[in-house]
Nanobody
Framework: QVQSVESGGGLVHAGGSVRLSCAASGRSFRDHSMAWFRQPPGKERELVAAISGSGGSTSYADSEKGRFTISRDDAKNPVYLQMNSLKPEDTAVYYC?????????????????WGQGTQVTVSS
C-alpha cells in the first residue's frame, strides 16, 4: 500500500522550532512534487509549502515565507519541513502529500497520496 508517514510534531513554545519529516512506503516518490498542508482546528486544510520533483523549485504560503523551509532528500525521507519562529496560529495537524506531477501545483486535488498527519501545537 502506497502511503506517506509524517513524524516530528509535538508541543513547542512560541518562537521555537520544529522539524517535520515525511517517509514514503510502497513506492518511490522521486520525480513527484511534494507538499506540506496543515489543518488548524475548525478550519479547512491549506497549503503550507511545496517542492518540485527535482527539488529545484519551492513555493510557500505568504504567512510562512521566511519562517518555514521545505526540502527533500529522496535517498532518506522524501521531504522535510523546518519551521522556525513558530506562532500559536501555526497550531494544526500537518500533512505530507505526494503530488500527481513533477512541477509544483497548489491545489489540494493535485496531490493524491496523503499521510495521517502529525499534530503541532504552539503554546503562547
Amino acid at each position: 500500500q502506497v502511503q506517506s508517514v509524517e513524524s516530528g510534531g509535538g508541543l513547542v513554545h512560541a518562537g521555537g522550532s520544529v522539524r517535520l519529516s515525511c517517509a514514503a512506503s510502497g513506492r518511490s516518490f522521486r520525480d513527484h512534487s511534494m507538499a506540506w498542508f496543515r489543518q488548524p482546528p475548525g478550519k479547512e486544510r491549506e497549503l503550507v509549502a511545496a517542492i518540485s520533483g527535482s527539488g529545484g523549485s519551492t513555493s510557500y504560503a505568504d504567512s510562512e515565507k521566511g519562517r518555514f523551509t521545505i526540502s527533500r532528500d529522496d535517498a532518506k525521507n522524501p521531504v522535510y519541513l523546518q519551521m522556525n519562529s513558530l506562532k500559536p496560529e501555526d497550531t494544526a495537524v500537518y500533512y505530507c502529500a505526494v503530488g500527481r506531477y513533477v512541477l509544483i501545483h497548489v491545489g489540494i486535488n493535485d496531490y493524491d497520496t496523503w499521510g495521517q498527519g502529525t499534530q503541532v501545537t504552539v503554546s503562547s
